[in-house]
């Protein structure tokens, strides 16, 4: 008999082990397995969840005159992306105001220009967003790269063709010429007709011809619905 209650023993002893076990496994398990399945967990889970709910991401209101100038953009270029519209319109917004100069003002030299066509090249050759002239690309490469310490690049009119660039070789032109003229409207006429003939004009009391500063202030007005500045 004895024999025989510490067989029993021995085996009640093993039985109880293995269900201690597979409890332990049970509660070691239980949350992986409830998460997989996506039953709430407890506390922690609803906190989680909780935590989730109050974190979104909330995106930043984009300034009101960039608003203006990508719808401007988009109208003239339903062919190109939000993304590259948004972009171009960046560009615009930051170099304008970098130059301190009216962004719309540079919107209706780019309508009047080229209509926001790229690739767009003019029976004089001038090349681009901004109808740049080669031999002016040329140097606005240069004085742009001083500026923003870019070592000297090997330049190629080709490259007036990239409307980021064009950009910021136009505006820094049309801010120079502002500077050169001390006048918006003989800043105007300069950028179309090139500073010397401007500047050789002025000095002999030639006339000057007004059809293209007409047209990107008219332009200027109809954006904005208000008067151009003179300087």
Known sequence: METRHKKTDTRTLSCGSVCAKLMLAVALFMPA???????????ETRKVTEVLKIVEVVEKPRPKDLVTVYNIVKSHRSDITDSEAWRVSEVILEESLKRNLDPMLVVAVIEIE??????AISPAGARGIMQIMPDTG?????AV???????P?????????????????????????RKQFRNLHLALIAYNAGPAEAQNRLENNQVFSQEY???VLDAYRRHTNRKAPTF
Request: hydrophobic letters at 40%; zero cysteines; charged letters at 20%.
């Open 33 to 43: 397995l409830m998460a997989f399945r996506g039953v709430p967990g407890g506390g």
């Open 138 to 142: 040329r140097f606005l490469t240069a």
């Open 114 to 119: 080229s209509r926001f066509q790229y690739s």
């Open 213 to 215: 500063a007409t047209l």
């Open 153 to 177: 690049v090997v330049y190629r009119p080709e490259s007036l063709d990239d409307p980021i660039l064009n950009i910021r070789m136009g505006v820094y032109y049309l801010h120079d010429l």
């Open 145 to 151: 790269g001083r500026e923003l310490g870019l070592l």
